[in-house]
Nanobody, 115 residues
Framework: QVQLVASGGGLVQPGGSLRLSCAAS????????MGWYRQAPGKQREWVAS???????NYAESVKGRFTISRDNAKNTVYLQMNSLKPEDTAVYFC?????????WGQGTQVTVSS
């Protein structure tokens, strides 16, 4: 059974930082491309960042330079370090895992950026 458990969300002031974690089980984690997505109220889910099994990273333009995705294969965990947060970063953040022919999603974690 595949599980992706995201954590680390919360309420933070503009300019602040948060680190999200997503712990995976039931998959060969080192072979999976991992991604973070987010969905704001009334909007479609959008891609935020991804990291391949070979540690190549890509970012949406809206977060480039502020967010950093990383992975620890020994812990089967992917992280999203979010700095210089803005109110428009407010959303539910989801992680996903991609393997040939399969995509798995975790539950979301709420991030609220507000003063």
């Amino acid at each position: 059974q595949v599980q992706l458990v995201a954590s680390g969300g919360g309420l933070v002031q503009p300019g602040g930082s948060l680190r999200l974690s997503c712990a995976a089980s039931g998959i060969i984690f080192s072979a999976a491309a991992m991604g973070w997505y987010r969905q704001a109220p009334g909007k479609q889910r959008e891609w935020v960042a991804s990291i391949s099994g070979g540690y190549s990273t890509n970012y949406a333009e809206s977060v480039k330079g502020r967010f950093t995705i990383s992975r620890d294969n020994a812990k089967n965990t992917v992280y999203l370090q979010m700095n210089s947060l803005k109110p428009e970063d407010t959303a539910v953040y989801f992680c996903n895992a991609n393997l040939p022919g399969f995509t798995y999603w975790g539950q979301g974690t709420q991030v609220t950026v507000s003063s």
